[in-house]
């Protein structure tokens, strides 16, 4: 195992790590953890998901 930790010290730290957040916030945990993870990679790559404000203001001035 990585770090020289067995599987009944990954046990333990799991156990107090539910014990600590309860059982309904894991799954929060996890999913805040991977979208955090993701936000990092997608701003280490360059990648924007927000659509250009731009786009969008030359559409209103168009209309008006």
């Known amino acids: 195992m990585p770090f020289g930790i067995g599987p009944w010290e990954l046990a333990i730290i799991l156990f107090i790590v539910l014990l ?27 990648e924007d998901s927000a ?3 731009s786009a969008e203001q030359d559409k209103k001035e168009k209309k008006e």
């Open 51 to 53: 659509p250009p404000a």
């Open 20 to 46: 600590i957040f309860g059982a309904g916030k894991i799954p929060q945990l996890g999913a805040s953890l991977g979208k955090g993870i993701k936000n990092f990679r997608s701003s280490l790559k360059g």
